[in-house]
């Protein structure tokens, strides 16, 4: 296995108290660990912002006076992975909503598949749909 890049962020969204329905999240734009990787975060921010809105979310990014119910934090790590049959990448990483207590009310670990298209969508899109899942969940 060869590391291609590895790529931190934290995708900021801003929550209501625990049994209040979310509304929206702020998303402030994720962060890249490493030098010439910040137009890769900007593009999955971009793609998770996409498949949110999407999925029915209503979504303020960066700063802004608006008030929001949640705040999403997203950490990813990309690795370029070879094996028999050529290469592709992985991405993957932890999500976490908290309140505004910062109080984690939900976590769930994130990825794309293996055979997706794009990875970054792919990753952005299992994001989207575990919080949107959470989401529904919400009274």
Same mark, same amino acid.
């Given at each position: ?28 734009? /994720?962060?890249?660990? +490493?030098?010439?990787? +910040? ?24 700063? !802004? ?56 969508? !792919? ?11 959470? /989401?529904?969940?919400?009274?």
């Amino acid at each position: 296995m060869k590391v291609k890049a590895l790529i931190f962020g934290a995708l900021l969204l801003t929550l209501p108290a625990l049994g209040e329905k979310i509304h929206t999240i702020r998303v402030a734009p /994720l962060v890249a660990s +490493q030098p010439g990787q +910040q137009n890769y975060a900007d593009l999955m921010t971009a793609k998770l912002i996409s498949h949110l809105t999407a999925a029915g979310v209503s979504v303020i990014e960066g700063e !802004s006076d608006t008030p929001t119910d949640a705040v999403l934090n997203v950490t990813f790590s990309v690795r370029e992975v070879t094996a028999v049959g050529g290469s592709w990448y992985h991405i993957e990483g932890p999500a976490r909503l908290t309140d505004m207590d910062g109080k984690v009310i939900w976590a769930d670990e994130a990825h794309n598949t293996k055979f997706a298209h794009s990875s970054s969508t !792919s990753f952005a899109e299992d994001v989207a749909r575990k919080v949107e899942a959470f /989401l529904s969940t919400q009274k």
